[in-house]
């Protein structure tokens, strides 16, 4: 990434960006593959989660997209929703919030009319030098929004999933080769792992598959805002490939995972990560 990119404060916006990532807006084209299904995005504004919102409507599903404060972001992602003629519905607030994570699924259920895919994928990240500089509110904040929400959400879905819905929840390459300047993500990433593996085994028995993808380094909003300068221009050179991988990159692995083709698949941790291999 280019050595000038402004820092932002977190979780950053892409109008402050000066190198856009792509999410897909002039190249994913879809093929009908959620035809009449209903999804619900955290952190859908911007990143994964636009990029997700963006393909998931052109393969023919309506989107709500939870996000905290991006307003501009997030109306433009749903702009996306719309011209590809699906329904997007706008869900600001904190999923750190409990009443916040049930009025997004009732609101989602009601308002689009049912709910057969949800992917979590709202997280917080910030870098520390040293264990001592990490403050316990932002321990508990990281672990409130990447793991507890998470919890929330599909504990408040699982009234109106039914069989063959898909929970797909975004993880990392974190979570098998831990960055120890990423220490709280780090270790949130890890416990998404083993929640999904043990929401796959608890759900099982009702048809509803969980999955996970593990994203290497991604260029979105959250990287300028939560590294220093000096990291962020050198932000993912240190893959096979050589670079980052950009938001349209993942989208793919979450449509299969969301689609009825992946009826056989659950519980697995889907890596994308440009060659960094996950075991």
Sequence with gaps: MTDHERQQEPPGT???MRERPDHGE?????????????????GGDSGIGRAVAIAFAREGADVAISYLDEHEDARETASYVEKAGRQALLL???LTDRDHCRD????????????????????????HQ????????????????????????????????????????????NYDQPKPTLLPYATTKGAIANFTAGLAQLLGDRGIR???VAPGPIWTPLIPSTMPPEQVAEFGKNTPLGRPGQPKELAPVYVMLASDEA????????????GKPIL
Aim: glycine share 8%; hydrophobic share 45%.
């Design 104 to 127: 997004v699924i009732e609101q989602t259920v009601q308002r689009l009319g049912g709910l057969e895919i949800l992917v979590n994928n709202a997280a917080f990240q910030m870098t």
């Design 210 to 212: 969980a999955n996970a």
């Design 263 to 274: 009826s056989y698949i659950s519980g697995a941790v889907i890596p994308v990560t440009g």
């Design 92 to 94: 600001p607030g904190d």
């Design 14 to 16: 892409l109008a402050a």
């Design 130 to 173: 040293t264990v001592e500089e990490i403050p316990d509110e932002e321990w508990r904040y990281t672990f409130d929004l990447n793991i507890t929400a998470m919890f929330r959400l599909v504990q408040n879905a699982l009234p109106y999933l039914h069989a063959g819905a898909s929970i797909i929840n975004t993880s990392s390459v």
């Design 26 to 42: 002039d190249s994913y084209q879809g093929s009908g593959r959620l035809a009449g299904k209903h999804a619900l995005i955290t």
